[in-house]
C-alpha cells in the first residue's frame, strides 16, 4: 500500500459531522495546539476502526489528557481502544470544528501503522475493540459507521494519504 506522508497544504471548509462546520487541513505549513487526535491506523493492508458503544464504528481517537502531547494521546488511544501497537506515526493533518454557539476545538490527525493487535490491551470505556476494514471501504451510517466517520474527514484524509478514489 503507497502512502502519501506529506505534500502541499490542501485546505477545505464543509458541512460535518452532526452538521457543525469543519475546516480541514491536510499538510498544514503550521499547526496549532489540539485537544482531541484521530488516526487513519493501518493493520496488515487494512483500516482499523474502533467500535464505539453509541456511535458505531469510527476511527480511533480521543481527548489529549492532561500532561500528555497530542502524539502521547494518540499511541494511548490506539492502544486502549483497538489494542493496537503503534510502529510509526505521522502527524499528516488538523481540522477545527465549529460547533454553533461553542468554542471550536482542534483535532490532529495522524496516520498510524500497528504492528500487533493486543486484545487485552483494549480499556477503552467507550468502544469494544478493533474493526479490520478493506482500505476501499465507503462508511455509511446505514452500515453502522459513526457520523464522525461519514462527514468528509476520513474519507478525504483516506484518499489523500493512501491515493484511494471511493466510486460512489
Known sequence: MRMVLWGEEDCVS?????????????????????????????????????????RGIEWPGGKVEKGE???????????EETGGVARSVWLVGQYTVFPAGETPFVKNIYVAVISH???HYVTGEDTYGPVLCDPNIHPSEEQGYSPLVCDGVFDRVRQTVLKIRSVY
Do not use: I
Not at 28 to 53: C, D, I, M, S, W
Not at 69 to 79: D, F, G, I, Q, T
Open 69 to 79: 502531547s497530542p502524539l502521547e494521546a494518540m499511541v494511548r488511544e490506539l492502544k
Open 117 to 119: 493487535l493486543v486484545q
Open 14 to 54: 464543509f458541512r460535518g459531522a452532526y452538521h457543525h462546520r469543519v475546516e480541514l487541513k491536510l499538510f498544514p505549513k503550521e499547526f496549532h495546539e489540539a485537544g482531541h487526535v484521530v488516526a487513519l491506523a493501518l493493520y496488515q493492508n487494512q483500516l482499523v476502526f474502533t467500535r464505539h458503544k453509541r
